[in-house]
């Protein structure tokens, strides 16, 4: 499977944040130190929405070399103390094998798990494991169990 351009990245994920209730996608440029280690065009970009010191800010990273179209998601709620930890989507080309997989991580990163106390209180009580996240226990810890490089291993099966 050949992997996207990053303008087709940049489609392909803004119409599956729809689905999870996010608008407002930018593609941003690694920093230049980032891009000369990678050997993939797509690894010298990601893709954000919100600001890392607003309330809710999400962050897509291409994973090129665990699978040419995986891409990690990971929402940090910092002002709830929130960070679901990292999440694989592949974009595929049927509706089913998408709804398969946005299904699987919808209770981890969907906007709506965020946008009010009860939907707080919940999402705590479903994933303790987010919850008590700060940027220094981030920067000390690396943040919740869920990572970049599971993010593959952790895909439900779908038809690609």
Known sequence: ??????????TQLRRILHWLGWEGLQMERAPVEKQSES?????EYFFTIGEMDSQLYLQVNPLPLQHSRLYGICVYAMGYRLCSGWHGIIPTCTDDAMRI?????RSWIARDNF????????YRFKHPECKDWSWLRIQNNGGPPYCQQTCMERLPPVEL
């Open 1 to 10: 499977m050949q992997p996207l351009s990053p303008i087709q990245s940049f």
């Open 39 to 43: 050997a993939h065009p797509l690894m």
């Open 101 to 105: 997989q946005l299904d699987h991580v």
């Open 115 to 122: 946008t009010s106390l009860n939907a707080r209180r919940e």
